[in-house]
């Protein structure tokens, strides 16, 4: 290829994918939300299981999937200060794995905080609920249970549906990508 074409190959590139960018925003904003429903839904099924069986641990249940809620609406909004300040740091693959866990630094923290004070607000209050379950008496018996229930029918069943959501995440940026190659050639 002659640096001719490898210059208007380069160009055309960059035409499109800033022609895609807002609808690409979207797109991905989009699978990013129905991988934190499944999370979200993952942590509610959870809490409903331990307590059917365990009732005495309603209360670290609760705190578990409140901390971990918190934590993911903290992950929502890095996702979305990556997505608008520095999105090449969103792998955007067929694994929502990857997808899932972009870089992060405690100046992205920083400077996110500055910038939005309902981060830091929610940072603060995850914190404090990790600080809360970690030191809670009933920690160690609500992971024992955790680890008992996950022999049961409806744990499985429940991890299945998790893992059905995921996968479909996984398969949308799959056809994402797909879409996106065939548009650069």
């Known amino acids: 290829m002659n640096r001719i074409s490898l210059i208007g190959l380069c160009a055309a590139l960059i035409w499109s994918l800033t022609a895609m960018a807002g609808d690409t925003t979207d797109e991905i904003r989009a699978m990013w939300q129905r991988y934190m429903q499944a999370e979200q839904a993952w942590q509610q099924t959870l809490e409903q299981l331990v307590v059917a069986r365990h009732p005495e641990l309603k209360e670290i249940s609760e705190l578990n999937r409140k901390m971990q809620e918190r934590f993911l609406e903290v992950r929502r909004h890095r996702f979305e200060y990556l997505l608008k300040h520095d999105p090449q740091r969103i792998?955007?693959?067929?694994?929502?794995?990857?997808?899932?866990?972009?870089?992060?630094?405690?100046?992205?923290?920083?400077?996110?905080?500055?910038?939005?004070?309902?981060?830091?607000?929610?940072?603060?209050?995850?914190?404090q609920l990790r600080k809360r379950y970690v030191f809670n008496a009933d920690k160690d018996a609500y992971r024992r249970a955790v680890k008992k229930i996950k022999s049961d029918d409806a744990y499985g069943q429940a991890q299945q549906r998790r893992l059905a959501a995921l996968k479909q995440v996984s398969s949308d940026l799959g056809d994402f990508l797909a879409r996106g190659l065939v548009a650069r050639r």
């Open 91 to 127: 792998t955007v693959s067929q694994d929502v794995n990857e997808f899932s866990n972009f870089y992060w630094t405690s100046l992205d923290d920083q400077a996110l905080a500055q910038a939005d004070p309902e981060y830091a607000r929610l940072l603060r209050q995850a914190k």
